[in-house]
């Protein structure tokens, strides 16, 4: 749902968008520089004697962030792969820096499924670190230093995203498997509150580490961490609170919206009545479009009193009555749409549905659940024993 944002198509995979999230475009230039600068110390780590090397530290740099680059993309290829191959469906693969995100169409219905997914990342990267490191010590010995150098690297960064993943810092996949386990024993609801703690824990640790250290790249991660656990938690939250309610008592109840036949000076009279910047069109009762402010005032003045609503509508999403509320969420998310146009089992408009509804209804929900949980306490201690 939000990982989109901040991020940049690059391609697709079997028509699944892959996107570079802006942490990771902002992190590779400046890691080219920092392992140029640092070229001849990385030369003696890898055990090979600079002035053997081709090419300037600058270009090696540039090699070594096209190499996370392409860890980032195998390690994210792994639980693509491993989710298309148990049948669910991958919506968008986001790279990230340490990392990606493979946004699933739905959440992995078992835990055991979702711990796995969230395993075979960090696996892939192990096992690529350790074909490298044997490459690398096939090498050695030999005179073929550039081979070597290049190898060592790719099995370090290999070796990092393996490791860095299985930290408990959910959202990082650690800490998904995390989640898994404690979801058996507590419910996803709870399960993903801890291991948000745990993860936001972890990027207190990170930007601590990073001050003492000076080090940029460990306060990008503990961003990234942070913000992650906290929107995951949010969303799960959100998930199990909306899953319980139709879109019957989320909706604004709305009769009538504007008349496919009527003129567009009749629409905007319309809009203005509700106090909605956008309204369904009807014909019959059924919705057949959707017109907003903006589309008639692109109309002149002088226009919108011959021409007719029908002409400057936009297609519109429908949902039904008795949908569940999270899936009419997601539909509204999915497509971006302004409102979803909510139809009765005859398909006549009852309804509008847009993201202030779905906030308001929530603040209702949580207030009536945390009654519930209130009462149902009392209820407890009065009882007696
Ligand atoms: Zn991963």
Redesign the pocket.
């Known amino acids: 749902m939000r990982e989109s944002r901040g991020a940049l198509k690059v391609g697709s995979l079997r028509g699944i968008p892959i996107r570079v999230h802006y942490s990771l475009l902002l992190v590779l230039p400046l890691l080219a520089y920092l392992f140029g600068g640092a070229f001849r110390r990385a030369a003696e780590v890898a055990e090979v004697p600079p002035e053997q090397l081709m090419g300037s530290p600058m270009l090696w740099g540039l090699g070594v962030a096209v190499g996370l680059f392409a860890s980032v993309f195998v ?2 290829l792994a ?1 693509t792969f491993y989710a298309l191959a148990r049948g669910g469906q991958v919506r968008s693969i986001t790279l990230m820096m340490v ?2 995100v493979s946004e699933l169409s739905e959440a992995p219905p078992r835990p055991r499924d979702e711990a796995l997914m ?1 395993l075979v ?2 696996l892939t990267s192990l096992a690529l670190a350790g074909l490298f490191g044997l490459a690398t010590w096939g090498v050695e010995g030999t005179t073929s230093f550039n081979l070597q150098f290049a190898c060592f690297y790719l099995a370090s960064l290999n070796l990092f995203l393996g490791l860095f ?1 299985l930290l408990p810092a959910f959202p990082m ?1 650690g800490g998904r498997i995390l989640r898994a386990v404690l979801s058996g024993r507590m419910g996803p609801v709870r399960a993903t509150r801890v291991a948000s703690l745990v993860g936001r824990g972890f990027a207190v640790l990170f930007a601590l580490w990073g001050v003492v250290s000076f080090n940029p790249f460990l306060f990008v991660i503990a961003f990234f961490i942070f913000m992650g656990a906290e929107g995951e938690s949010r969303q799960v939250r959100m998930k199990a609170l909306l899953e319980r309610v139709s879109v019957s008592e989320l909706m604004s109840p709305r009769g009538a919206g504007v008349e496919a036949g009527a003129l567009l000076e009749q629409a905007l009279w319309d809009l203005r009545r509700e106090r909605q910047t956008a309204l369904p069109v009807t014909e019959d009762g059924r919705p057949v479009g959707l017109v907003d402010v903006e589309a008639v005032r692109a109309v002149s003045e002088a226009d919108r009193i011959h021409r007719l609503t029908r002409e400057v509508m936009r297609p519109v999403q429908v949902v039904r009555l008795d949908e569940d509320g999270w899936r009419a969420v997601r539909q509204l998310a999915e497509n971006s749409a302004q409102l979803l146009a909510v139809v009765d089992a005859d398909g006549r408009l009852v309804g509008t549905l847009d993201v202030d509804d779905v906030q308001r209804g929530m603040m209702l929900l949580q207030t009536r659940e945390e009654r519930a949980e209130r009462d149902a306490r009392r209820w407890r201690q009065e009882r007696p024993a």
């Open positions: 390690h994210e639980h990392g990606g969230a990342g960090p993943n996949d």
